[in-house]
Nanobody
Framework: QVQLVESGGGLVQAGGSLRLSCVASGSIFRINAMAWYRQAPGKERELVAAITGDGTTNYGDTVKGRFTISRDNVKNTMYLQMNSLKPEDTAVYYC???????????????WGQGTQVTVSS
């Protein structure tokens, strides 16, 4: 069993900052790529940022220069530092990870339950 648990969401005014965390737990041999996605009401889920096992990052065009993704491989944790937040950043933010299981030589993809981020104008 593997779980991803997000935290750090909340209500913030435009221009403010939030830091999201995603902790992976369970039978984990190695965490490969990790990513943050978001889904606003009435919209499709979109990629916010991604990070590979060796730290290479990729960002969605709408968050470049404002958001920073990082990870701590010792703690099996991924972060998303969100600065200069805008009302259009309001969404449920989901953690995603490809994980090499500890009990079988397979990779599986997992999602967290999501954390709400609301940016007021």
């Amino acid at each position: 069993q593997v779980q991803l648990v997000e935290s750090g969401g909340g209500l913030v005014q435009a221009g403010g900052s939030l830091r999201l965390s995603c902790v992976a737990s369970g039978s984990i041999f190695r965490i490969n790529a990790m990513a943050w996605y978001r889904q606003a009401p009435g919209k499709e889920r979109e990629l916010v940022a991604a990070i590979t096992g060796d730290g290479t990052t990729n960002y969605g065009d709408t968050v470049k220069g404002r958001f920073t993704i990082s990870r701590d491989n010792v703690k099996n944790t991924m972060y998303l530092q969100m600065n200069s937040l805008k009302p259009e950043d309001t969404a449920v933010y989901y953690c995603n990870a490809e994980i090499r299981l500890g009990y079988a030589p397979v990779n599986r993809n997992y999602w967290g339950q999501g954390t709400q981020v609301t940016v007021s104008s």
